[in-house]
């Protein structure tokens, strides 16, 4: 079935440099996507989210880019800090009951002091 | 506001036990959910409901059972656990909003399941 998917399973940075993490979907029909953090042992955190009709969207430190065109997600970390380590997961929401999500592999972010 | 609870947070069956994982919400959202994860991987859905009531199934429901009596809680049911149920389980629960709902999520802290 179509999915949500990451390119690197591991990303190793900086500390103070900026981090990009990517994310491929295959369901052009996705409408939403959210990006959430997760820490050991701990249940995810959301960052911050998209819509399709957006192709970029700013949080704080975050930068969240959308590419339809390539079904593309990149959530762009600025100045990355060590409590920034942690794995990042891209997840599509799967249609409009309430937080039924597909989930990408995850990517993990380890930054370097 | 505790938020969203689990319990237990450790467990260990053996195959062909049955069990019950508890979920609580105080926050009065409609939506509640069960995922599991393994090892490197992503969230994978079991079983969702929009509301007291009704429930419906995810993208691996095998093996599980749900239900939904009351707003605040959805236990979920494995009926006679296998090896391939050891995982971390997570409950969800959320709100919509026509903004959308991402930063209404709340997951729970999780279960550790290991069936032997």
């Known amino acids: 079935g179509e999915s949500v998917g990451l390119h690197l399973p591991t990303l190793s940075v900086q500390e103070g440099d900026n981090s990009i993490i990517n994310c491929a979907y295959s369901n052009s029909a996705s409408d939403y996507f959210i990006w959430y953090k997760q820490e050991s042992g701990k249940g995810p955190q959301f960052i911050i989210d998209?819509?399709?009709?957006?192709d970029k969207r700013q949080g704080q430190r975050v930068t969240v880019l959308l590419n339809k065109t390539v079904k593309h997600l990149s959530l762009q970390i600025a100045a990355t800090q060590p409590g920034d380590s942690a794995v990042y997961f891209c997840?599509?929401?799967?249609?409009?009951?309430?937080?039924?999500?597909?989930f990408g592999g995850g990517t993990r972010l380890m930054v370097k002091p | 506001n505790a938020g969203v609870t689990q319990t237990p947070k450790f467990q260990v069956l053996k195959t062909g036990q049955s069990m019950t994982l508890q979920c609580a919400q105080d926050m009065n959202h409609e939506y509640m959910s069960w995922y599991r994860q393994d090892p490197g991987m992503g969230l994978r859905l079991i079983h969702y409901?929009?509301?007291?009531?009704?429930?419906d199934q995810g993208e691996v429901p095998n093996g599980y059972n749900v239900s939904r009596s009351t707003t605040e809680d959805f236990p979920l049911r494995l009926l006679s656990a296998a090896p391939s149920q050891t995982s971390v389980y997570f409950c969800?629960?959320?709100?919509?909003?026509?903004?959308?709902?991402?930063?209404?999520?709340?997951f729970g802290e999780g279960s550790w399941l290991t069936v032997v």
């Open positions: 409901s929009v509301g007291a009531g009704i429930t």
């Open positions: 969800a629960s959320s709100y919509w909003t026509l903004q959308g709902f991402g930063n209404t999520i709340y």
């Open positions: 998209i819509r399709s009709n957006m």
């Open positions: 997840a599509e929401n799967l249609g409009n009951a309430g937080n039924m999500l597909t």
